[in-house]
């Protein structure tokens, strides 16, 4: 792949639905992700989404998702999903491995935002993260998101037997759409 700056993206359609499970592969569960900052791979086995579950966040009411592309190929995604009239969940943010490190995370980040707020009138941004993923989290919250106090439970989730390590739990954050702190 060739590394340049996205700067636009778009909504997903029906046709993306195998790329966008392959790279939600590859960027959670793959060996090739597994020495990323964003790997699950050392916490979770098993397949990350199938093709029918990011079908139904494509073309299912009150979602959509977003992708991004670098030459022509699906480079980054993020699903969205209207959880209230105020409040939009983010899951499946995810930049392919050999483009990590460039900025394409927190710049899919920001369309997701402006999304969440134009497409669903969205006022808080939702999102959860192993509890484990401690880079992933203070990234998070070096961009505006706050801990929410909340914690999910692995397997209201996902299967239990999946997870490679135990106690695994969500870690719940919101981010204020309306007077987003910036981020430092």
Same mark, same amino acid.
């Given at each position: 792949?060739?590394?340049?700056a996205?700067?636009?993206?778009?909504?997903?359609?029906?046709?993306?639905?195998?790329?966008?499970?392959?790279?939600?592969e590859?960027?959670?569960?793959?060996?090739?992700s597994?020495r990323?900052?964003?790997?699950?791979?050392?916490?979770?086995?098993?397949?990350?989404?199938?093709?029918?579950?990011?079908?139904?966040?494509?073309?299912?009411?009150?979602?959509?998702?977003?992708?991004?592309?670098?030459?022509?190929?699906?480079?980054?995604?993020?699903?969205?999903?209207?959880?209230?009239?105020?409040?939009?969940?983010?899951?499946?943010?995810?930049?392919?491995?050999?483009?990590?490190?460039?900025?394409?995370?927190?710049?899919?980040?920001?369309?997701?935002?402006?999304?969440?707020?134009?497409?669903?009138?969205?006022?808080?941004?939702?999102?959860?993260? /192993? !509890?484990?993923? =401690? #880079?992933?989290?203070?990234?998070?919250? $070096?961009?505006?998101?706050?801990?929410?106090? *909340? @914690?999910?439970? /692995? !397997?209201?989730? =996902? #299967?239990?037997?999946?997870?490679?390590? $135990?106690?695994?739990?969500?870690?719940?954050? *919101? @981010?204020?759409?309306?007077?987003?702190?910036?981020?430092?």
């Open positions: 792949m060739v590394s340049e996205i700067g636009r993206y778009r909504s997903a359609t029906e046709r993306d639905v195998d790329d966008i499970a392959a790279l939600v590859v960027c959670y569960r793959s060996e090739e597994a990323t900052w964003t790997s699950e791979y050392h916490l979770v086995t098993g397949e990350r989404s199938s093709p029918a579950e990011v079908a139904r966040s494509v073309t299912g009411p009150g979602s959509l998702m977003l992708v991004g592309e670098v030459a022509g190929e699906i480079a980054s995604c993020c699903r969205l999903v209207a959880i209230t009239r105020e409040r939009v969940q983010l899951g499946l943010l995810c930049v392919h491995p050999a483009l990590q490190s460039r900025g394409l995370g927190s710049e899919l980040l920001e369309a997701a935002a402006r999304t969440a707020r134009e497409h669903f009138g969205a006022r808080t941004l939702s999102l959860q993260v /192993l !509890s484990p993923r =401690i #880079e992933l989290r203070a990234w998070y919250e $070096r961009i505006g998101f706050h801990e929410t106090g *909340e @914690r999910v439970a /692995l !397997s209201e989730e =996902i #299967e239990p037997a999946l997870a490679l390590v $135990r106690d695994l739990e969500f870690v719940v954050y *919101e @981010r204020d759409l309306e007077n987003p702190r910036p981020p430092t």
